[in-house]
C-alpha cells in the first residue's frame, strides 16, 4: 500500500464549478502537506502548503488538512479553463522526504 | 532568476546502457531533488543532495546514483538501463534540505527500447 493515495481521476468539470479534490495517507508523521499544480509538459509547481491540521485559503483556492482522518482536500472556486491541469498532493515527514500522490488530472470545460 | 534547467530534455536508450542527466539549480539554491515520475507509480522520490552530500536516498535500486558538485549543480546516472526505467525525471531544487517548496525544472523524459 502507498503512503499517499489519489484518485488519478481524470476529473471533468464546467467552467465556473467547484473541482473537489482529496487525498488520503497512512504515515502519521507527516507534518506538512502540500498541493502541486503540474500542466502538460511542465514540471509542477506549488499551489499552497499547510502545516500540521487545519484551513488555508489562497484566492480562489482553500486547502484543508484533517490529522485525524488522514485526509486532505482541496477546493478550487470558480474554476477556470486555465485550471486544466494535473494537481498533486504531497506531504513531508520529519525526515524531509516528500512523499507525492498519483495526480489527479483535472480539465475544466468552457 | 531563471528557473531550474535540465539536460538534455529528451533522450532515447537501449537496455544495458546507462545515461547521465543534468539539472542546474536555481542560483542560490544549495539542495537538488531528484525524482522519477511515471503514469503507474506517480512522483518516487530518488535521493536529495545539500552541499554536495546525500542527505536523503529513496526505495530505487543501487543503478540509480547522483552527485553533487560545489556549484550546486548535480548530475544522476542509471546503469545498466531497464525497459521499466522509462520515465520523466524531474530535478528540483530548494534554498534548504528538504524543503517544502521544490522548484521543479521541466525534467528529461527518458525512453528505453
Known amino acids: 500500500q502507498k503512503e499517499v493515495e489519489q484518485d488519478p481521476g481524470p476529473l471533468s468539470v464546467p467552467e465556473g464549478a467547484i473541482v473537489s479534490l482529496n487525498c488520503t495517507y497512512s504515515n502519521s508523521a507527516f507534518q506538512y502537506f502540500m498541493w502541486y499544480r503540474q500542466y502538460s509538459r511542465k514540471g509542477p509547481e506549488l499551489l499552497m502548503y499547510?502545516?500540521?491540521?487545519g484551513n488555508k485559503e489562497d484566492g480562489r483556492f482553500t486547502a484543508q488538512v484533517d490529522k485525524s482522518s488522514k485526509y486532505i482536500s482541496l477546493f478550487i472556486r470558480d474554476s477556470q479553463p486555465s485550471d486544466s491541469a494535473t494537481y498533486l498532493c504531497a506531504m513531508r515527514s520529519n525526515d524531509y522526504k516528500l512523499s507525492f500522490g498519483a495526480g489527479t488530472t483535472v480539465t475544466v470545460r468552457a | 532568476k531563471a528557473g531550474v534547467t535540465q539536460t538534455p530534455r529528451y533522450l532515447i536508450k537501449t537496455r544495458g546502457q546507462q545515461v547521465t542527466l543534468s539539472c542546474s539549480p536555481i542560483?542560490?539554491?544549495?539542495?537538488v531533488s531528484w525524482y522519477q515520475q511515471t503514469p503507474g507509480q506517480g512522483l518516487q522520490f530518488l535521493f536529495e543532495y545539500f552541499s554536495e552530500t546525500q542527505r536523503n536516498k529513496g526505495n530505487f535500486p543501487g543503478r540509480f546514483s547522483g552527485r553533487q558538485f560545489s556549484n550546486s549543480r548535480s548530475e544522476m546516472n542509471v546503469s545498466t538501463l531497464e525497459l521499466g526505467d522509462s520515465a520523466l525525471y524531474l530535478c528540483a531544487s530548494s534554498p534548504t534540505s528538504g524543503g517544502v517548496e521544490q522548484f521543479f525544472g521541466p525534467g528529461t523524459r527518458l525512453t528505453v527500447l
Open positions: 542560483s542560490g539554491h544549495r539542495s
Open positions: 499547510t502545516y500540521s491540521s
